[in-house]
């Protein structure tokens, strides 16, 4: 039995305090579904467990230009049911109902399903060598079970991917991530907050030390309501992805005004498609055009023996769902 010292600041000034004094360990607890785990497997040992639930974080606002501003510790069920995602932002809304399970999903929040932890067996096993968890000490993934794994953004340090379905659908919105830290508040485009691992993957973000996330702003988006997002995985729930396309599409007539796409289950961070999108604005919104723009993004893909399945799977998932948003078989 490990000892634990429990603090349930009243303030967020207080909760901030707590996290910059840095006399021990220490981790933030909102729903806990991904720490409540880690603990269990001496993955991550904090001495200090800093609960935020009573914050006030838990609210979903509008935004003057017509967005929405997403509280920290918003549940994923709460968000998912919101009229507001719904109607806006359907992307969103699958994507967290394709998540976990339901009771999953009636704890876990915002902003702790922005900052969960790698899923790869190598990082979830404390007896294995992990750069992710203990830099320097290798990456047995590389060359040994590594279906799950990354092929775009990887390096040779860590192949690990980001598990996460919610952040998927909110890098191919521009979200943007608020926090406040000992010095002042301060906000993170979403497509930069999650770091790819280079020579140290130890660190999965950007977020500054000892700042708490306060809210995800997510900006209006006109044609965000033909939106969706698809997930293949080995079972039809309480999987994570294999892969995963998170994608919002304009189209004029025939052509394809503007696009947003980002991929997950493919890389340590969720993965913005921009190369495919560059290619599709103004093209011919067919089947034809929508698989070339696919197969362009995994170009530079470094598959390893175990995962070269994905690239064909994420050619397959892109087509699939941007011809089923713009309703079209050709």
Request: aromatic share 4%.
């Amino acid at each position: 039995m490990k000892p634990l010292t429990y603090e349930r600041p009243a303030t967020l000034d207080e909760a901030v305090s707590l996290l910059g004094r840095g006399e021990v360990p220490t981790s933030l607890l909102a729903g806990g579904t991904n720490l409540v785990d880690l603990l269990k497997l001496d993955v991550e040992s904090p001495q200090l467990l800093v609960d935020v639930n009573h914050l006030g974080l838990d609210r979903i606002d509008d935004t003057p230009n017509g967005g929405l501003m997403i509280g920290a510790t918003v549940r994923n069920s709460d968000l998912a049911a919101d009229p507001r995602v719904r109607e806006r932002y359907p992307l969103l809304a699958r994507a967290l109902l394709s998540a976990a399970s339901g009771q999953i999903r009636n704890m876990a929040t915002t902003a702790g399903n922005l900052m969960q932890r790698t899923r790869c067996v190598y990082f979830m096993d404390a007896t294995k060598p992990c750069n992710k968890r203990e830099p320097g000490s290798g990456c047995p993934a590389v060359e040994g079970a590594s279906r799950e794994l990354g092929l775009l953004g990887t390096s040779d340090s860590c192949i690990a991917t980001h598990p996460g379905d919610m952040a998927v659908a909110l890098v191919a919105l521009d979200a943007v991530v608020h926090f406040v830290a000992a010095d002042g508040a301060g906000t993170i485009p979403i497509g930069d907050f999650h770091r790819l691992p280079g020579d140290d993957p130890s660190l999965d973000t950007t977020l500054p030390a000892g700042a708490i996330i306060t809210a995800v702003e997510v900006p209006p988006l006109a044609f965000a309501s033909t939106s969706t997002y698809r997930k293949a995985r080995d079972r039809r729930s309480y999987a994570f992805a294999l892969a995963s396309v998170a994608a919002a599409i304009d189209v004029d007539g025939d052509t394809v005004r503007d696009i947003r796409i980002a991929l997950g289950g493919v890389s340590p961070r969720p993965w913005r498609a921009h190369a495919a999108e560059e290619l599709l604005r103004g093209a011919p919104a067919t089947a034809d055009s929508f698989r070339a723009a696919a197969e362009a993004e995994l170009a530079a893909a470094t598959p390893t023996g175990e995962n070269a399945l994905k690239v064909d799977l994420v050619v397959r998932l892109v087509t699939g769902v941007l011809l089923e948003l713009t309703g079209s078989e050709r």
